[in-house]
């Protein structure tokens, strides 16, 4: 018990038996005890995490050759200091930070560090540099968007903005790092007007991983849709539901015609901007 707290308890409860005393101070203490051993463990493990994070720091600097090494400028290592102390648990992104400093005192990196790149990091959550640090030696980056097409001239839904293979987050979470990477300008994703020539920079995307899921995905989405029109069909019939909206049975029918998906093809490029945040912050 917090002996400040428990000094009160014990005054306002002077006199009473000694039970229901100890019922009430059991119970105290299963419920704050608890909470204070969890902020016991939490500054801990900042603690720890701090520790690291001067340490790795140290190597990094000791590692650039002697000649190299310069007076950082502190309009970069000032803010880069600052804002990594609230980043001190998330490790990639403090090894972000950490690199951006030594990149700082580093003469060979001085044409290619950048002032934006601690807002940058800021703006980077830890599954955009997983994913970023996973593209980074990459020769080609194919990429696609999945289309829902029900056939000519009848034009077709996005199931997605960007996939690309082999990330090592799920196809949702890799969706959104690539919007963010693209908006804090690492990259550039140009799908449907530019693609690689060589067809088996593709090949994954037709199989059954990608395909089956944006088949449920499509599926889930026009439900509600489907089962409305189907409901409608059987109360008046494919004929009478058409008169009634000016429509012909062609049309009904494409309503709820199935799908095939399809995609586009496309390329994403890392930046030159990109580029240079690599050779500082990875």
Known sequence: MDPIIGK???KIIEGAADGPIKTLNTTWNLIFGGYHNWVAKIQYKRQQDLENFKTNLELKVKNIPRDNLKEPELSII???IESSKFYISEENIRELFSNLIAAAMDDSKTNEIHHSFVELIKQMSPK???LFKSLCNLDAIPAVRYKAIKGINLGSNFLSDVVIKNSPL??????????NLERIGLLKIDIGNNFYTN??????FSSYKF???FIRQYEKDKYDEHSKFFNLINLFGINELANRNNLSTEEIYNLVKPACIDFDKGIIEITAYGKAFIHCCF
């Not at 799920?170 to 919007?179: K, P, R, Y």
């Not at 067809?199 to 994954?204: G, I, S, T, V």
């Open 170 to 179: 799920t196809i949702a979470d890799t969706e959104i790092a690539l919007n």
């Open 8 to 10: 009160g308890l014990d």
């Open 128 to 130: 955009d540099a997983t």
């Open 211 to 213: 395909i089956n899921k």
């Open 78 to 80: 000032g803010p880069a």
């Open 199 to 204: 067809e088996k920079h593709y090949n994954d």
